[in-house]
């Protein structure tokens, strides 16, 4: 079974607060919500209470499933990997606070390098082992754009010799597309190595060299094959959350709770799509 989470960046551009986001998010009908560090950052500089934060998070029936971070921690420089690892750590404790599960691990800081593999994976070992402090996890996130993670089988292999128990992968329809990932990969993977997936879809133009985020459209809306990556979920066991992330400019100029629930009516029109034969 498939459940269904909100991106907050998907209405970004109303330039809402925490708060409203929330209660569109459980107005619209998902289970679950997808914050941005910085709009976090945001409530606690205004004096918000990141506890007051929670108990309206699960009084609106929501969970907070995965959060989005961009620490980094994945450099090679050293002063900056000290400086990102702290930043993790208070990323951490406030994703904690609102009963938050897991994190992004994007190559945050290292996209225009091809870094090496050995020391990725020891770094993201470290942080892995920062987040037991918190029992938040941190997910190695597949980034199309990047020279580094750039592809599933990258993200993974850095998370199988990770090892470490709680090591997982953060795939997203569009980045897999991006990079140039063959969507039959995810057959190769079992249910416990991810629990989140950013789901959206892309138009057939502009071609994948030139895409870009803000290209992103409804599910259904697109080209990507969206079924069959949805019946290979469906083989492999997954049983964690779709979580919508769209940065379209045109969404943006739209009454955000319709955008929210279109999004949704139309993944789920998409997933039942894909029960048939």
């Known amino acids: 079974m498939f459940h269904y989470s909100f991106n907050t960046s998907t209405v970004r551009g109303q330039k809402l607060s925490l708060v409203e986001e929330i209660d569109i998010a459980a107005q619209a009908g998902y289970g679950a919500i997808e914050p941005w560090i910085n709009e976090l950052e945001k409530y606690v500089q205004q004096g918000g209470s990141l506890p007051d934060l929670k108990k309206h998070i699960t009084d609106s029936g929501l969970t907070v499933e995965s959060a989005i971070g961009f620490s980094e921690w994945i450099v090679d420089d050293e002063d900056r990997r000290t400086k990102g690892l702290e930043q993790s750590r208070r990323d951490m404790d406030w994703v904690q606070q609102i009963g938050g599960k897991r994190i992004a691990a994007p190559a945050a800081g290292g996209t225009d390098v091809v870094l090496e593999y050995s020391k990725v994976i020891e770094r993201y070992h470290a942080l892995l082992t920062l987040g037991d402090h918190f029992d938040v996890v941190p997910q190695v996130e597949v980034w199309g754009f990047s020279k580094t993670l750039t592809r599933l089988g990258q993200a993974t292999m850095v998370a199988i010799e990770s090892d470490h128990p709680k090591a997982c992968v953060l795939p997203d329809v569009y980045h897999l597309y991006k990079g140039g990932s063959n969507f039959n990969g995810l057959a190769l993977l079992g249910p416990g190595a991810f629990h989140v997936m950013h789901v959206n ?29 949805f019946r290979t979920l469906r083989k492999i066991g997954f049983d964690g959350y779709f979580s919508v992330e769209l940065f379209n400019p045109t969404y943006w100029q739209q009454d955000p709770l319709k955008v929210a629930r279109t999004a949704l009516d139309k993944l789920k029109a998409v997933v039942q799509q894909s029960e048939a034969a």
Do not use: E
Not at 201 to 229: E, H, M, T
């Open 201 to 229: 879809d892309y138009p057939a133009n502009p071609p994948r060299a030139a895409i870009k985020d803000s290209d992103r459209v409804y599910p259904g809306d697109g080209v990507a094959p969206l079924k069959d990556v």
